[in-house]
């Protein structure tokens, strides 16, 4: 994929590598610490973007994965990608929760 079709493209990439991130999430399974077979956002954004060796997904650009990083940091109010972890990390967190905010992320943005 050449990068300007990429950056023309990126909000549209940006929101279906949401999509499928939740859509792994709801398949397999949420854990804040993301204990395999379950994942935490982080691990479900690798396999979806191929960034996970464990997948074969194939490769999504880093621009793509890392647009999407910085707009669930906007959705729930972070600002470096620890937050992810702390949001996620909140006690009575809940797989739905995650999935939902991960949906809503990718219509909003």
Same mark, same amino acid.
């Given at each position: 994929?050449?990068?300007?079709?990429?950056?023309?493209?990126?909000?549209?990439?940006?929101?279906?590598?949401?999509?499928?991130?939740?859509?792994?999430?709801?398949?397999?399974?949420?854990?804040?610490?993301?204990?395999?077979?379950?994942?935490?956002?982080?691990? $479900?954004?690798? @396999?979806?973007?191929?960034?996970?060796?464990?997948?074969? !997904? /194939?490769? *999504?650009? &880093?621009?793509?994965?890392? =647009? $999407?990083?910085? @707009?669930?940091?906007?959705?729930?109010?972070?600002?470096? !990608? /620890?937050? *992810?972890? &702390?949001?996620?990390?909140? =006690?009575?967190?809940?797989?739905?929760?995650?999935?939902?905010?991960?949906?809503?992320?990718?219509?909003?943005?």
């Amino acid at each position: 994929m050449a990068v300007n079709g990429t950056l023309k493209h990126l909000p549209m990439l940006r929101n279906a590598v949401l999509q499928c991130v939740a859509d792994l999430i709801e398949q397999q399974g949420w854990s804040a610490r993301g204990s395999r077979p379950q994942l935490c956002i982080t691990q $479900a954004m690798a @396999a979806v973007t191929g960034h996970d060796d464990a997948t074969e !997904l /194939g490769s *999504i650009p &880093d621009q793509v994965s890392n =647009e $999407a990083f910085r @707009a669930i940091l906007r959705q729930i109010g972070g600002e470096y !990608l /620890g937050a *992810i972890f &702390d949001w996620e990390g909140e =006690e009575g967190r809940t797989q739905e929760e995650v999935v939902a905010m991960l949906r809503a992320t990718a219509t909003w943005h």
